[in-house]
């Protein structure tokens, strides 16, 4: 069965202190991890996809890495406008209808 | 804008009756999603249409349905035999099979009196 775990559930930061969000993942093949931020009460906003082991995206203060069996998310330097939850999702290389699996997600609170 | 338009942002339901939240894509998208997001919980997957007029069910199927009439068009009705629809419902679309990111819409949120 195809799993996502997300850690740490919730993360308090201080605005400029950098940290990493973890995202372990089984699954029969990957055919690409997916990172999303969601602000409260609103839908999930799509970051990066990741098809491969030692692949790297940027974007702003955020990077994303790949392994075979995790992703992290590393937040530089984290502004206010940062806090949210990140999301997690993996596309196994046979799942039916191309279906996403997510992970629970973590929240961030990043304290002026 | 093209996007994903969700409706009504809330609801609010009586136990017993049926409920339909509507989803509209001007993406032209080829596949929808329906999913379910509660507090704590990975998104789970309700239904799914690859196609027009094809749907199938994802995870968590028991006590909704759906129709794909139209290319642009999913709505989910939640039915009365959904024991616990309490739930903030999102809608998503995809370009196409070799494409792997979905796209949401802003959801909608269901509570049950």
């Known amino acids: 069965e195809d799993q996502v775990t997300q850690s740490p559930e919730a993360l308090r930061l201080q605005e400029g202190e950098s940290s990493s969000l973890n995202c372990s993942y089984t699954?029969?093949?990957?055919?690409?991890l997916f990172w999303y931020r969601q602000d409260p009460g609103k839908g999930p906003e799509f970051l990066f996809t990741?098809?491969?082991a030692g692949e790297e995206k940027e974007k702003e203060r955020l990077k994303a890495t790949l392994t075979k069996k995790e992703s992290f998310l590393h937040i530089t330097a984290p502004k206010p406008e940062d806090s949210a939850t990140y999301l997690c999702?993996?596309?196994?290389?046979?799942?039916?209808?191309?279906?996403?699996?997510f992970g629970g997600g973590t929240r961030v609170l990043v304290k002026p | 804008d093209g996007g994903i338009t969700q409706s009504p942002k809330y609801l609010f339901r009586k136990e017993g009756q049926n409920v339909t939240l509507s989803c509209e894509q001007n993406?032209?998208?080829?596949?929808m999603y329906w999913y379910r997001q509660d507090p704590g919980q990975g998104l789970r997957l309700i239904y799914y249409?690859?196609?027009?007029?094809?749907?199938q069910k994802g995870d968590i199927a028991e006590g909704y349905s759906v129709s794909r009439e139209k290319k642009e068009s999913f709505p989910l009705t939640v039915t009365s035999a959904q024991k616990n629809p309490t739930a903030f419902y999102l809608c998503?679309?995809?370009?196409?099979?070799?494409?792997?990111?979905?796209?949401f819409g802003e959801g909608s949120r269901l509570t049950v009196l």
């Open positions: 998503a679309s995809r370009q196409g099979p070799s494409t792997g990111e979905l796209f």
């Open positions: 699954v029969s093949g990957l055919r690409g």
């Open positions: 990741l098809y491969s």
């Open positions: 999702a993996v596309r196994p290389l046979k799942a039916a209808g191309n279906k996403l699996t």
């Open positions: 993406l032209n998208h080829d596949a």
């Open positions: 249409s690859q196609i027009v007029n094809d749907f």
